[in-house]
């Protein structure tokens, strides 16, 4: 695997397009989106360094989603070719991989419900709590065009929602810098989804950890290829 820079609104794949690389995020976010033939696009998941993105299913496979890099990081990127004959052996990828994916249908399984019966207030919260659990820090880079685009709403909409967050002393915002002030307070606005949501994706990060404490060390490094996270 080779470790790449992400650069915000690098585009990982389009949908439909045959995937050439699988992505391990170790820092900065990438979001799942639908695209509309209008050009508008809707987020269905927030990935970051509990996840993967763009798992093939075969080879030269693709996803009916685009993958875009919403907050700049790194990332470490195996190619598909290779991802697929790992695969093929038992092994701590293929366990990585049956225990995430799971977690990521049901994160779009509950975002399909979020974006049609939670107001935007709340869907903002869980925005920003996904993002600030995956960047580690209170402060980062998210434009109001972007940010509209992630939850499929008008700019004037998100300005609105950032604006009574602000005043509520939730957060700051100024200039595409996002400052979460009041974290327990946003959760609180939050509607459950964020719980849920981060519940099952903790619960892969604990089944992940407990299959490797029960792994026994490899001592012959030339018996085959180890992934770890």
């Known amino acids: 695997m080779d470790l790449t820079a992400l650069a915000i609104k690098a585009v990982l794949f389009e949908p439909g397009a045959a995937i050439d690389a699988v992505y391990f995020p170790i820092s900065g976010v990438i979001s799942l989106v639908t695209a509309l033939e209008d050009g508008n696009i809707v987020e269905v998941a927030t990935v970051g360094n509990e996840g993967i993105v763009g798992v093939p ?3 030269h496979g693709s996803l009916v989603v685009r993958a875009i890099s919403q907050v ?3 990332s470490l990127r195996m190619e598909a070719a290779t991802f697929l004959a790992e695969w093929e052996h038992p092994g701590p990828l293929r366990d990585l991989v049956q225990n995430y994916l799971p977690a990521l249908f049901g994160q779009i399984a509950q975002a399909a419900a979020c974006n049609r019966l939670h107001s935007n207030e ?14 580690g820090v209170d402060e980062f880079l998210i434009t109001h065009e972007f940010l509209g685009q992630m939850l499929g709403s008008r700019r004037a909409t998100v300005t609105l929602s950032a604006g009574l967050l602000q005043a509520a002393g939730l957060i700051r915002y100024h200039r595409g810098h996002v400052t979460i002030v009041d974290r327990e307070g946003l959760e609180g ?3 459950e989804c964020y719980r849920v949501i981060k519940d099952e994706l903790d619960r892969v990060v604990d089944r992940a950890a407990a ?12 018996s085959g290829s180890v992934v770890t996270r």
């Open 189 to 191: 606005v939050s509607c």
């Open 57 to 59: 299913h075969v080879a």
């Open 211 to 222: 299959r490797g404490a029960r792994r026994p060390a490899q001592s012959d490094a030339g």
């Open 122 to 135: 709340e869907r903002l919260s869980r925005w920003l709590l996904m993002s600030h659990d995956r960047v």
């Open 72 to 74: 700049a990081g790194s």
